[in-house]
């Protein structure tokens, strides 16, 4: 009989070890955006960000690594520009489409 394994057994996923192509990111980001929620987005740039060093997009960024870190934490709903920089310094870009209905 195989045993039975407890929820808080297991190990925590991050997201952020197979962000490990430009194909990966650019395929995570669409599927996050496709769900209109600001604070998922701001935890799926955190995971971008960690996956690529979160020192080196603080500096290419702009922004210090705490400020980094309080901006893409899960319940963050970071503004516009903060989104934009980071974007900017993972060398991703937001792309907008027609809705269909």
Known sequence: ????????ELPDF????????????AEYLTAILEDNDPALLAAALGDIARARGMTEIAKASGLTREALYKA????????????ARVCAA?????????AHA
């Open 90 to 98: 993972l060398g991703v870009k937001l792309v907008a489409q027609a």
């Open 14 to 25: 991050d997201f952020s070890e197979h962000l490990d192509s430009d194909q990966a990111v």
């Open 72 to 83: 893409l934490r899960p319940d963050a709903q970071p503004r516009f520009d903060t989104v």
């Open 1 to 8: 009989m195989p045993r039975k394994v407890k929820v808080s």
